[in-house]
């Protein structure tokens, strides 16, 4: 929470509420995966957040703290539609200050690790241009 224990996505429609609370109870492999990398502040202290609405949208992983979205993608997402329709989420989501990061699904199976080292060095990157 920020000052005045508003959140620091703005205001949420009670539909992408409801959907985003559906969504967390029904992650992929790849995002059950990552979450227990992420949750209870395990990766270095850092707060994240799964399936939080931000900026109308349902983001996939949030670290408020820090602007990190995290987003997973399936391979439905190589499809020309979703690839445009991702640019422009991107587009609106850092206007707002985020800066989105992208993995496969595969990737996440297959080297959590080096997922979660690149989460850190873009964490590490945006503090130090930041000071």
Request: hydrophobic letters at 40%; one cysteine or more.
């Amino acid at each position: 929470m920020t000052e005045g224990g508003i959140l620091p996505h703005g205001k949420v429609s009670k539909l992408n509420r409801v959907r985003a609370r559906r969504m967390r109870k029904a992650l992929t492999d790849a995002e059950l995966a990552l979450w227990n990398e992420l949750r209870a502040h395990r990766l270095m202290g850092l707060g994240f957040r799964r399936q939080m609405p931000i900026a109308g949208y349902i983001v996939d992983f949030a670290c408020p703290e820090s602007r990190i979205i995290i987003e997973l993608d399936g391979s439905q997402h190589a499809l020309d539609a979703a690839l445009h329709y991702d640019a422009d989420r991107t587009v609106r989501l850092e206007q707002d200050g985020w800066t989105v990061l992208r993995f496969w699904d595969d990737e996440v199976l297959k080297d959590i690790d080096g997922v979660c080292r690149h989460i850190l060095a873009t964490i590490e990157t945006r503090k130090e241009l930041q000071s």
